[in-house]
């Protein structure tokens, strides 16, 4: 079954719009549209029933952008998500911890939050970037990353 066939009509119609929302043609649309719109006015004596239709339409579409808009941010954060996920699991030193964060409460992640921040005031007392993100440093990590993912997979080789 291909990709397209996956998909229901609601989301490929869905990922058209928000593509076609955010270029430059729908830009350029949208301005003409105005554009006719103020251009028309003298036309129809700026008349009430001329004022609601660009009204009407407006708050319309901006009705729908907003699902639209929140439908595209919901996927791109859960996309962002699972690629954080997928670092972390991969990290051998990294918190597994870390994967379902989202699910924490306000509190727990301040808690969290507070943690990081001590971390950022200990690395400034520092005063030496070169301690931590030295060129040494990254071949290191490089060769100790190397020589774990030979003891996970040895006929692998040290390709990584």
Request: charged content about 20%; hydrophobic content about 40%; cysteine-free.
């Amino acid at each position: 079954m291909s990709e397209k066939n996956k998909m229901g009509l609601f989301e490929r119609f869905s990922n058209a719009a928000t593509r076609f929302t955010g270029s430059s043609p729908a830009f350029i649309t949208a301005v003409a549209i105005v554009v006719i719109w103020a251009v028309s006015g003298p036309i129809f004596n700026y008349s009430q029933t001329w004022q609601l239709v660009i009204n009407t339409g407006t708050t319309i579409i901006t009705f729908l952008m907003v699902f639209l808009i929140q439908k595209a941010q919901n996927k791109d954060g859960k996309a962002i998500q699972l690629k954080l996920n997928e670092l972390i699991a991969a990290h051998e030193k990294a918190s597994n911890r870390m994967v379902d964060i989202e699910d924490l409460t306000e509190e727990e992640l301040d808690q969290l939050h507070q943690f990081y921040v001590t971390l950022s005031i200990l690395a400034k007392k520092e005063n030496n970037i070169h301690r931590s993100h030295s060129i040494d440093t990254a071949k290191k990590r490089h060769k100790q990353k190397l020589q774990h993912l030979n003891e996970i997979n040895p006929n692998k080789g040290t390709n990584a």
